[in-house]
């Protein structure tokens, strides 16, 4: 009886399969140690946690004079005067009132004018200006407006030229929502030559607040 030995092309077949059976078990336990070491490396990372929670709320304040631009009594000073002579005067009465909610470091003053003559730019024989306070509100008289106080009274701002920028003003209350009765005094002095008739002039007065120090809050 012959023996046959295998074929060559059959030894290739079976050496083939074999190789593809190996090549799967390897990927397979590749495939498992690669999902091993992410379970491993997973749990090194995993931790307990917590979180609280605090929600504050932050408000800024104002800074805010009152209006002063409408004729009412304890605010007459946007109230003009015409034919005015040597040595007259007309007083106003301003309210300068903090109505924010911060205090105030300062309040100054700037005067200009809009429309100019010699009445503001003579500074020596034009308008000389003058704020005055008192404790309470003004009695009024008038018109022609005139004021007295029935408390007592303080100087806000002596005696000096009208046009002026960024004038301090003294024994002002800067509290939030506190009244400054203040009366503007304008004179035209008794020695005002003829060169000054038939002049006029528009001011404007700006009163500026400027809030307090910073702190700590």
Known sequence: MALHEPSTAALRSGSSGRGR????????????????????????????????????????????LAPIGTSAVNNRLSVGASDIAAGDSLQRTVDIENI??????????????????????????????QIDLCSQAWTESGPPYTYTCGGSTSVVLASRPV??????????????????????????????????????????FAFTATQRSATSQ
Request: charged residues 10%; without cysteine.
């Open 21 to 64: 059976f190996l090549s799967s078990r390897g990927a397979m336990t590749a495939l498992v140690l690669v999902a091993a070491a992410s379970v491993i490396a997973g749990g090194a990372y995993a931790t307990f946690t917590d979180t609280e929670n605090a929600t504050p709320t932050i408000g800024s304040g104002t800074v805010d």
């Open 100 to 129: 924010g909610t911060i205090a105030l470091t300062d309040i100054t003053l700037t005067t200009t004018a809009t429309t100019s003559s010699l009445l503001d730019t003579d500074t020596t024989d034009g308008l000389q200006l």
């Open 163 to 204: 046009i002026g920028s960024t004038m301090a003003l003294s024994n002002l209350d800067l509290t939030a929502n506190t009244d400054n009765y203040a009366r503007v005094t304008l004179t035209l002095p008794s020695g005002a030559p003829n060169a000054l008739q038939d002049q006029t002039s528009v001011i404007n």
